[in-house]
């Protein structure tokens, strides 16, 4: 199976690793995968801030990279949740509304295609350590993503998993928001940093990596010893009682 990957923002420029586990995974279940050099933003800090016209820009491109892919997996239910707007974006354009709604049905987020495009439930991986699961706004809101991440997770060998209090509470990131509200978002991740603390887990996991970033750093400055790591890099680890240093 033919898959390209959509890399986004943040993982290109920050979390490079997040990026290639999600290449390695995918290859491990028997896909090919390709990089279609043209992509770039998905244009949802744009389009969230008000400015459509300037997301359509990167909109356009971003169909015009994908064009000819059979399937489009990223490693953030935000980026991939911004793609399945297109449609409503681009309706009634004669130009456009067709390659938005191609592009919005072939793309899914890494552990949804895992489950519920490939069947896939079981990586054989293995992690040793205490984790628990953050389910961001975006993956489980807009895209819809709730049951294959915990699918996943609980086929991890090692993991001793504990559920996050009140985890459907946002972490403030918003992307925007927390820019513009930097008062408020201090308190929401304050709040879920706080929840994060009473799992006692070694691990906070999630999908979404401006999320972890945020909830990450709120938690470095207040002194806390919890790793923050991408799902992709749990699912990625296969030696045998492994953890992350």
């Given at each position: 199976?033919?898959?390209?990957?959509?890399?986004?923002?943040?993982?290109?420029?920050?979390?490079a690793?997040?990026?290639?586990?999600?290449?390695?995974?995918?290859?491990?279940?028997?896909?090919?995968?390709?990089?279609?050099?043209?992509?770039?933003?998905?244009?949802?800090?744009?389009?969230?801030?008000?400015y459509?016209?300037?997301?359509?820009?990167?909109?356009?491109?971003?169909?015009?990279a994908?064009?000819?892919?059979?399937?489009v997996?990223?490693?953030?239910?935000?980026?991939?949740?911004?793609?399945?707007?297109?449609?409503?974006?681009?309706?009634?354009?004669?130009?456009?509304?067709?390659?938005?709604?191609?592009?919005?049905?072939?793309?899914?987020?890494?552990?949804?295609?895992?489950?519920?495009?490939?069947?896939?439930?079981?990586?054989?991986?293995?992690?040793?350590?205490?984790?628990?699961?953050?389910?961001?706004?975006?993956?489980?809101?807009?895209?819809?993503?709730?049951?294959?991440?915990q699918?996943?997770?609980?086929?991890?060998?090692?993991?001793?998993?504990?559920?996050?209090?009140?985890?459907?509470?946002?972490?403030?990131?918003?992307?925007?928001?927390?820019?513009?509200?930097p008062?408020?978002?201090?308190?929401?991740?304050?709040?879920?940093?706080?929840?994060?603390?009473?799992?006692?887990?070694?691990?906070?996991?999630?999908?979404?990596?401006?999320?972890?970033?945020?909830?990450?750093?709120?938690?470095?400055?207040?002194?806390?010893?919890?790793?923050?790591?991408?799902i992709?890099?749990?699912?990625?680890?296969?030696?045998?009682?492994?953890?992350?240093?």
């Amino acid at each position: 199976m033919k898959v390209s990957l959509f890399i986004t923002c943040v993982s290109d420029i920050i979390f490079a690793d997040v990026g290639k586990n999600t290449v390695e995974i995918l290859e491990r279940v028997g896909c090919e995968v390709d990089f279609p050099a043209a992509q770039t933003c998905c244009g949802q800090p744009a389009y969230n801030s008000g400015y459509l016209q300037e997301a359509k820009k990167s909109m356009k491109q971003m169909m015009r990279a994908f064009k000819d892919s059979k399937y489009v997996v990223g490693p953030s239910g935000s980026c991939v949740g911004m793609l399945k707007e297109y449609p409503a974006v681009f309706k009634g354009d004669p130009e456009w509304e067709e390659a938005a709604n191609d592009l919005a049905n072939k793309s899914f987020e890494i552990t949804q295609f895992l489950v519920d495009v490939l069947g896939v439930t079981d990586l054989g991986s293995t992690f040793k350590g205490k984790v628990t699961y953050h389910p961001s706004c975006h993956m489980t809101r807009v895209l819809g993503v709730k049951d294959a991440p915990q699918t996943l997770l609980n086929n991890v060998k090692g993991v001793d998993f504990v559920e996050l209090p009140v985890k459907e509470d946002c972490c403030g990131f918003g992307g925007t928001f927390a820019v513009k509200n930097p008062a408020i978002s201090g308190e929401m991740v304050k709040e879920k940093s706080q929840h994060v603390s009473e799992t006692n887990a070694e691990y906070l996991v999630g999908g979404d990596m401006g999320c972890l970033m945020n909830i990450g750093g709120r938690m470095r400055r207040e002194g806390k010893n919890v790793k923050v790591v991408h799902i992709t890099e749990i699912l990625n680890t296969q030696e045998k009682g492994g953890g992350i240093a």
